[in-house]
C-alpha cells in the first residue's frame, strides 16, 4: 500500500477518513481509505489548515505513522521553486537525486531515526539514491499523461521557514541542484532508514530567488498552485489504482 504524503494546499482527500496513529515519536494524522478499490494512506504533512510550518513538521512521527499504518511505500508531493532555468513554472518533477548536506531537522536535532546509543537495529544508512528508480518511473509515466512534460533532477532541501537568498540559490545551483522545497529531505533520509521505498514528486510554481530576470508573478503562482493540487489529485488516484509493489533497493548496515 503506498501511503502518500501530501504539502500546500492539499490538505484533504475525498471519502477518506481522518485516523490518528500514536508511535514512539509523536502522533501521526493520517486519512485512510480506498482509491480505485485498493488501500491507501494521505498524510497531509502541515496539517489541517497548514497547522504546520516546515520547520515544525513532525517528520520522524509521520513517517513512523505512516509504516505502522501499513505503507509499504512512499509518494511525496511538494510544490517547488525551480532552480534549473531551463524549466518552466507550471511543470512537474520527478527528483533523482538529494541536496540535504547538513541533515537536521527543523529543531536542529540529526535527521534520524537512530537516535540512542546501543538501540536495537541502529545503523548507517548507504543509499545509492534515496529515491526509487521503479517507484519514480510510475510517477514519471503518469506525470506524462497528465501534463505533456515531466523533468527530472536533483531536489534540493532548504529548511525554511523563510526562502533563500540569491546567494544562497546560486550555490544550490552550482551544486547541481534542479529544484528545491522545504520539506522532503527529512522525509526521504527517513523513509529510507525504515526501508522504506521513496519518490518525490514535485511541481514547479515558481523560479527560486534570482534564477529567472523577472520573479514569477503572484498570479501566475498561484495559478500553478491550484494546478497543482488537481495534478497531485489525480497522481494520488492513479497510482493507488494501479496497486504496484516496489521492493527496497538501498541497504542499511546494522549492529544488532
Not at 517547488?80 to 531537522?105: E, K
Not at 506525470?143 to 540559490?169: D, I, M, T, W
Amino acid at each position: 500500500m503506498i501511503g502518500f504524503i501530501t504539502g500546500s494546499g492539499l490538505y484533504d482527500f475525498p471519502d477518506l477518513t481522518s485516523v490518528e496513529v500514536n508511535t514512539r515519536y509523536g502522533k501521526a494524522q493520517i486519512l485512510k481509505g480506498e482509491v480505485g478499490g485498493n488501500p491507501v494512506l494521505v498524510l497531509p504533512r502541515h496539517g489541517t489548515g497548514h497547522h504546520y510550518l516546515p520547520h515544525q513538521i513532525p517528520h520522524r512521527a509521520n513517517i513512523a505513522g505512516l509504516k505502522e499504518a501499513g505503507a509499504t511505500s512512499i509518494v511525496s508531493c511538494s510544490v517547488c521553486g525551480i532552480l534549473n532555468p531551463a524549466w518552466s513554472p507550471g511543470t512537474p518533477f520527478v527528483a533523482n537525486d538529494l541536496l540535504f548536506s547538513d541533515n537536521r531537522l527543523g529543531d536542529g536535532s540529526v535527521c534520524t531515526f537512530f537516535t540512542e546509543p546501543g538501540e536495537k537495529g541502529r545503523g548507517h544508512l548507504l543509499a545509492s539514491s534515496f529515491f526509487h528508480e521503479g517507484l519514480s518511473d510510475e510517477i514519471k509515466t503518469e506525470f506524462a499523461k497528465l501534463s505533456g512534460q515531466v523533468e527530472e533532477g536533483c531536489y534540493a532541501h532548504a529548511p525554511g521557514p523563510r526562502f533563500n537568498s540569491v546567494a544562497e540559490v546560486r550555490t544550490m545551483r552550482q551544486a547541481g541542484a534542479d529544484f528545491l522545497s522545504q520539506t522532503c529531505g527529512p522525509e526521504a533520509v527517513l523513509a529510507n532508514e525504515l526501508e522504506l521505498p521513496y519518490a518525490l514528486a514535485g511541481f514547479g510554481i515558481d523560479y527560486a530567488n534570482g534564477v529567472a530576470v523577472e520573479p514569477t508573478s503572484v498570479e501566475e503562482l498561484q495559478s500553478n498552485l491550484e494546478r497543482s493540487q488537481k495534478v497531485f489529485t489525480s497522481l494520488i488516484r492513479a497510482l493507488a489504482s494501479s496497486n504496484s509493489d516496489h521492493t527496497f533497493s538501498n541497504f542499511i548496515y546494522r549492529f544488532e
